[in-house]
Every structure is written in C-alpha cells, then in structure tokens.
C-alpha cells in the first residue's frame, strides 16, 4: 500500500470511528474493558477498511423499521 493511500486509509477510518461511536451509543451503552456491556466497537485501526463491533446483545443488530414505511 503507498504512503497516500495508507493516509487517506487512516484518515477515513478515523472519520468512519467518529461517526458510528456515537450511533452506536442510542443502541446501548459501550463496553469499557470492565463489566461487559451491550456491544465493543474496537479502536484499534490494522490497516483495512472495516471496523468490527463484538455483541452478544442481539438486539443491537435487529433491524428497525421505521413507522414512516412508506409501503407498509
């Protein structure tokens, strides 16, 4: 991977950590290395371009389907 698109790579996946912490915090509350919680959103960035959130509480990945359906 060249320089640039290693920095555009930490640039974005900073950004993308940024966005989802906070979307995730409506859901439930953050695990923080003590008693376990809801969900971890791992910040520690390998170089990919993915993020990895660990659950055990499946209603953090049910889906919502909002009562503004327009076909329902």
């Given at each position: 991977m060249t320089s640039d698109l290693m920095g555009e790579q930490r640039r974005e996946w900073c950004i993308l950590y940024d966005q989802i912490r906070p979307l995730l915090q409506q859901f439930g509350e953050e695990d923080d290395g003590g008693e376990r919680k809801d969900y971890l959103l791992l910040d520690e960035n390998l170089g990919l371009w993915h993020h990895r959130i660990e659950t055990s509480?499946?209603?953090?990945?049910?889906p919502v389907v909002s009562?503004?359906?327009r076909n329902c």
């Open positions: 509480n499946l209603e953090i990945v049910r009562s503004h359906c």
